[in-house]
């Protein structure tokens, strides 16, 4: 027995005793978790059940973004020792399966990922988890930048599906956490500057402290028109669509230069409809972004090399004993929240 945060039913979460499975095996290791930051996932699985296929059934422990220390290492264990700080990949494919052998494990219909219905997350005082999938973190870089680690991976993804060119200039439609995330890892890929445009104005106020990141709001008049106007009439050279928002997708391809690239890394909650003539017309590239896949290592690498500071995307950090409270908070998706995190007691 383990005591974590459970998910219980819909808007139900209690913090108490629950029997996880897991044997440490020969590849496998301990992990005392620090920090685990609250994702947009957890919170829907909290407010709805359920995201698309993907349903709460039984009672489910939440989270997967995570760091902590590692404690024992199985027998087979060389690259990690007790005592190293890590992060962890919550994903875990078959390897042996066509999609991983394809290096496209994230989208192996056999990956088990944390906080997935039926898989348990990580908001617990202890985990196994494969050595393969868990990662030492560099001394200069915090438990709390760690579990930062997930979701710039999506960002790291989705600029490597983009294929930036030097000098590029990028448009990220949404300001949340991945909007900003997968700006930063834009402009670390190669971007010259990367304008981002959500309609809350706090969220464009954190987002625009980066140098290279430029706010474009709805005060400024129609979204292609700006983008136009700051390139000269050509358009953004990449384009990430970030918000999920279904509205994002009508005019999406209207924002991009001849030749362009979109990819699409915010999840609609319904199917949406998209101008495909105008995609056509412009002979543009369409890619897409479910979780990540080989790039978690270079996230890591990019967050110690000092280059980018998450620092200030951390909003606010919670006690495990107020996890709860937490997620209430996270529900409320104030204005002025970007990461939230929780901490588990040492």
């Given at each position: ?7 219980e039913r ?5 913090i108490?005793?629950?029997?996880l499975?897991g ?9 005392a978790?620090n ?23 039984e ?14 290492v ?15 990949e ?14 496209l ?5 056999s ?21 393969a999938?868990?990662y ?6 915090s ?8 979701p710039?991976?999506i960002?790291?993804?989705?600029a ?28 670390a ?8 445009f ?17 706010p ?6 129609d ?11 050509w ?9 999920g928002?279904?509205?994002?997708f009508t ?20 199917p ?30 990019f ?7 998450l ?14 409270r ?6 409320e998706?104030?204005p002025?929240?970007?990461?939230l ?6």
């Amino acid at each position: 027995m383990a005591t974590a945060l459970v998910l219980e039913r819909t808007r139900q979460l209690s913090i108490r005793d629950i029997d996880l499975p897991g044997t440490l095996g020969p590849n496998d290791v301990r992990i005392a978790i620090n920090t685990v930051g609250i994702c947009g996932s957890d919170v829907h699985y909290y407010t709805h059940g359920r995201i698309g296929p993907f349903i709460v059934r039984e009672p489910m422990v939440l989270g997967h973004e995570a760091s902590g220390t590692v404690r024992e290492v199985g027998q087979n264990v060389t690259t990690l020792k007790p005592g190293d700080r890590v992060c962890m990949e919550p994903g875990i494919p078959d390897p042996n399966s066509r999609a991983s052998k394809l290096g496209l494990y994230n989208v192996d219909p056999s990956v088990t990922f944390w906080a997935t219905p039926p898989i348990h997350g990580c908001l617990t005082p202890e985990v196994i988890h494969p050595a393969a999938y868990t990662y030492k973190l560099p001394d200069n870089v915090s438990f709390a930048e760690g579990a930062m680690v997930e979701p710039f991976a999506i960002g790291m993804q989705a600029a490597a599906k983009a294929k930036i060119a030097p000098g590029d200039v990028g448009l990220v439609v949404g300001a949340g956490p991945i909007g900003i995330l997968t700006a930063l890892a834009a402009l670390a890929g190669g971007c010259a500057r990367v304008m981002i445009f959500d309609v809350v104005a706090d969220k464009l106020e954190t987002a625009g402290a980066y140098r290279g990141i430029v706010p474009l709001t709805p005060a400024g008049g129609d979204l292609t028109d700006q983008v136009m106007a700051a390139t000269g009439g050509w358009g953004a050279d990449v384009i990430f669509e970030c918000s999920g928002h279904p509205s994002a997708f009508t005019q999406i391809f209207h924002h991009a230069r001849p030749g362009g690239c979109v990819v699409f890394v915010g999840m609609p909650v319904a199917p949406v409809g998209f101008d495909v003539v105008t995609a056509q017309t412009k002979e543009l590239r369409m890619e897409t972004v479910f979780r990540y896949a080989n790039v978690y290592d270079r996230a890591v690498e990019f967050i110690a090399s000092g280059k980018i500071d998450l620092n200030p995307l951390i909003t606010e950090t919670f006690a495990f004993a107020d996890a709860v409270r937490a997620f209430e908070r996270a529900a409320e998706a104030r204005p002025t929240d970007i990461k939230l995190q929780i901490q588990l007691p040492e």
